[in-house]
């Protein structure tokens, strides 16, 4: 079964810092990947997606994720965090012809932006 | 455009009892999925609906269960509930060769 991984639950970072999120995930197949931010009390939003193409993808917000098919991987950044990014961040993987009607969430990270 | 809308959006429930959670996808939409977003688990995929018939289930007990209305608007429906369904039930939308579901706010169910 695919499965989505992502390593740190808990980052707090000050602002101006640089961020990285790992993703992996665990499909041979072809993928759709997703990076989807709740902000407190909100619903889950969009970021970023990744269907084929160009492996670097920007977002909103000035987020970018770049696909490494080698690594399984599928990692977020922002060169420079401000405290409205505080929030949780999931990544997804969707298998096969781009359905998103079966997402698959890793645990989420939790990021703490301090002002 | 009007987004997904779930009701109620808080629920309070006795062990035993059956509850049944509504979604309202964006106009247009045929797809709707289920979520249920709980501390320990984070966010699991129930099952996905198009044109009325699920196409997608995941590995949740037969307590389980949904449908999807003519004009695309889902229920869920959980019976015999238990302590542990206690959960935000998150409800997604989207279109025909769509690349992105949106989600609605959710329904926070509290089973006591």
């Known amino acids: 079964a695919q499965s989505v991984s992502q390593h740190n639950h808990h980052v707090i970072l000050s602002e101006a810092a640089s961020l990285e999120l790992g993703c992996n995930y665990s499909?041979?197949?072809?993928?759709?990947l997703f990076w989807y931010v709740q902000y407190p009390g909100q619903h889950l939003q969009l970021l970023l997606k990744y269907f084929s193409g160009d492996p670097l993808v920007k977002g909103i917000k000035g987020f970018e994720a770049e696909f490494i098919k080698s690594k399984f991987s599928f990692n977020l950044r922002k060169p420079s965090v401000q405290w409205s990014d505080t929030a949780e961040y999931f990544c997804?993987?969707?298998?096969?012809?781009?359905?998103?009607?079966?997402?698959?969430f890793g645990q989420g990270t939790t990021l703490q932006v301090k002002p | 455009k009007a987004g997904v809308t779930q009701t109620p959006r808080y629920l309070i429930k006795t062990r035993g009892q059956q509850v049944t959670l509504s979604c309202s996808p964006i106009s247009g939409h045929r797809s709707v999925s289920w979520y249920q977003q709980t501390p320990g688990q984070g966010l699991q995929f129930l099952f996905e609906?198009?044109?009325?018939?699920?196409?997608n289930k995941g590995n949740f007990p037969g307590r389980f269960s949904g449908r999807q209305f003519s004009n695309s608007r889902s229920e869920m429906n959980v019976s015999t509930l238990e302590l542990g369904d206690s959960a935000l039930y998150l409800c997604?939308?989207?279109?025909?060769?769509?690349?992105?579901?949106?989600f609605g706010q959710g329904t926070r169910l509290t089973v006591v």
């Open positions: 997604a939308s989207g279109s025909v060769g769509s690349t992105e579901a949106f």
């Open positions: 499909y041979g197949g072809t993928v759709n």
């Open positions: 997804a993987v969707t298998v096969g012809s781009g359905n998103t009607g079966k997402l698959i």
């Open positions: 609906y198009f044109s009325e018939t699920q196409r």
